[in-house]
């Protein structure tokens, strides 16, 4: 009780309150509701720290100065009470210096509903007519990458393979929100032959807005998953949003991947369809998967490329499928398709392999979907090892369907037959043993309370031999 209260009156508290709102991505109620069940401030920024950007600082200056000011404003009222007289001075005063900690929690919400009317709002508003203009002015071929999952993976494959014959551009990282466009616009040339644009998905209307603005010709869609319910409340809303971009398209030079499920009834005749059976009329087979990547052969007609990458995972075929068949037909020679798959690497956090001691560890702790379960539960079947292990604490931002989501993700990581499922404790984990219950699991069920220590100390966990598949990431904001 007296450490959470300490903790509230720490040096560090107001970096912790703007961690908080950054957390939340900025959004009001998740902070709130992070806010009134925190007990100890100091225990908060396990997993990260706070990201300087420019609404950040802003953020912690104004919550370190209104602090100095509130502080001071205290003081002076216990002195003019005490020294002059001033009546309620000393409990005015008191009340100002021992409130600090929760008032600046409420107003720095004020604060940044002002940093957004005054300065973001209209900063937006003109960056979005100038990115317009850029990309409406691009002579080149505008891919957009929509979905729920694999859009970063999709966007560098392509810009990977297609590199090899032509001169693209694509937005950085997973940069995929209309301020993110708005700088990458600006550092065209102009001469590309291709760019690829990203689109992230937050809210009902994301996808649709950057497609008025960056103006695409060719749109792919890499799937729905449960993900951002809590804004899109159903899987219905998100899949309306992500095919929007079907729709500015008018379904011509629409690009959508098969393997997902859920993209079903959204599907149009116009759409070309991709999956792990090939893409374009091409079709794959003789799929390999290890540690060292996948390999496939893709046939079409008389023509047949032998194509090695390095992502794991045989869901990975669909999309080398659409990347290699489409260069072919923006004119790439079968050469340059297959040296550009090549060069194919699993990206930070997705599906990325590493050593251990001794043990292979596969990180795949950047998903988080319900599909990625599914991808990281298949390598797990297909490779060997001595020992095998599923490192989860669950998925965040599932909305009604948590429960129901969670118990799936049992049963399929029951499914690849593990030897040891470790999770970490938190809201979830009742629903993803349920799963494993219901499935029969019959291997070791290892429950973590201090995530950080666990990973921290991964090397006195794993052994020579061992594979590990460790997937999704659980942030500080979530119980």
């Known amino acids: 009780m007296i450490r959470n209260l300490i903790s509230m009156y720490l040096p560090s508290y107001p970096k912790v309150l703007v961690y908080m709102l950054q957390s939340s991505e900025y959004r009001v109620k998740p902070y709130l509701e992070w806010l009134h069940r925190t007990k100890d401030f100091s225990s908060v920024m396990q997993r990260r720290n706070l990201e300087p950007t420019k609404s950040a600082r802003w953020l912690l200056i104004t919550a370190r100065l209104g602090i100095v000011v509130q502080l001071a404003i205290g003081l002076t009222l216990i002195y003019l009470g005490t020294i002059h007289n001033l009546p309620g001075g000393v409990v005015f005063g008191l009340a100002a210096i021992v409130s600090y900690p929760i008032v600046w929690a409420y107003l720095l919400v ?124 159903t899987l219905v809303a998100a899949g309306e949003d ?132 599914v991808a990281g539960t298949q390598v797990l079947k297909d490779l060997s090892a001595q020992r095998k292990l599923y490192v989860t604490p669950g998925l965040v931002d599932q909305g009604e369907e948590t429960e129901a989501v969670h118990i799936q993700a049992g049963k399929l990581i029951a499914a690849a037959k593990p030897d040891i499922v470790v999770l970490m404790r938190n809201s979830v984990t009742n629903y993803i043993e349920k799963g494993l219950k219901q499935a029969q699991y019959s291997g070791k069920i290892q429950i973590e309370d201090k995530p950080l220590e666990f990973y921290t100390n991964l090397t006195h966990f794993v052994a020579n031999g061992d594979l590990v598949v460790m997937q999704n990431d659980w942030p500080d904001n979530y119980a």
Request: proline share 4%.
């Open 110 to 233: 004020l604060a940044l509903a002002a940093g957004r009317a005054m300065v973001e709002a209209p900063a937006g508003r003109q960056a979005n007519r100038e990115s317009s203009s850029h990309f409406a002015k691009h002579p080149g071929i505008k891919i957009a990458v929509a979905g729920s999952y694999g859009k970063t993976t999709m966007k560098e494959l392509l810009n990977t393979v297609l590199s090899q014959g032509l001169k693209v551009a694509a937005t950085p990282a997973n940069k995929n929100v209309a301020r993110s466009h708005a700088q990458f616009a600006k550092k065209l040339a102009g001469d590309e032959d291709v760019i690829i644009i990203e689109y992230g998905e937050g809210a009902p209307g994301d996808v649709a807005r950057f497609a008025r603005v960056t103006q695409p010709t060719h749109g792919v869609i890499t799937g729905l998953a449960p993900a951002h319910l809590d804004k899109y409340k």
């Open 242 to 373: 992500i095919f929007s971009l079907a729709s500015y398209l008018h379904g011509k030079n629409v690009y959508v991947n098969d393997d997902s499920s859920s993209v079903k009834p959204f599907l149009k005749k116009s759409y070309k369809l991709f999956d792990q059976n090939g893409a374009l009329g091409w079709k794959a087979s003789r799929v390999q998967v290890s540690l060292q990547g996948t390999s496939f052969h893709l046939d079409k007609g008389k023509k047949s490329l032998h194509l090695r990458s390095g992502l794991i995972g045989r869901h990975q075929v669909g999309y080398l499928s659409l990347v290699a068949a489409l260069a072919i037909e923006l004119g790439l020679s079968d050469k340059q398709v297959i040296d550009g798959i090549a060069k194919t690497q699993p990206f930070e956090h997705r599906m990325q392999p590493y050593q251990l001691s001794g043990a292979w560890i596969i990180d795949d702790t950047y998903n988080g979907n319900l599909e990625g379960i």
